[in-house]
């Protein structure tokens, strides 16, 4: 009588397993990058407007900088394709730094993987 087992089929398990593995690392991967060019094309943003806004201020000191960023914001806003873009914070700080908080939304491109997030950018504009 034959003691061994017959392990046919076994390498077949093997290489399903490690292609579920590496599609879900692939997956994972390109959700990643995908949260993280949305944060940067962000700050890229937020810091643009901050500067926008500390020069349309310089051009006239004595408007107010709430009206500035929303004007600015009107004009430039639908220029950008962000999900939910919100002006969450515009204020001067000490007097001359032009303070700007902007959120999006990140959706991720693989429904599966990560959902959704809302990134907040801060910028400085002095």
Known sequence: MDSTHNEQGSALIWFVFLVALLTLVVLTL???????????????????????????????????????????LNEVGDK??????????????AGQTVKVVFCAKWNSPIASVAGSKTICELALAR
């Open 30 to 72: 390109a959700s990643a990058i995908s949260q993280y060019i949305l944060a940067r094309e962000l700050i890229d943003f937020t810091e643009q407007f901050a500067l926008a806004v500390k020069t349309k201020l310089q051009l006239n000191p004595t408007t107010n900088i709430q009206t500035v960023a929303i004007s600015l």
């Open 80 to 93: 950008f394709n962000f999900v939910g873009l919100q002006l969450s914070d515009v204020s001067l700080e």
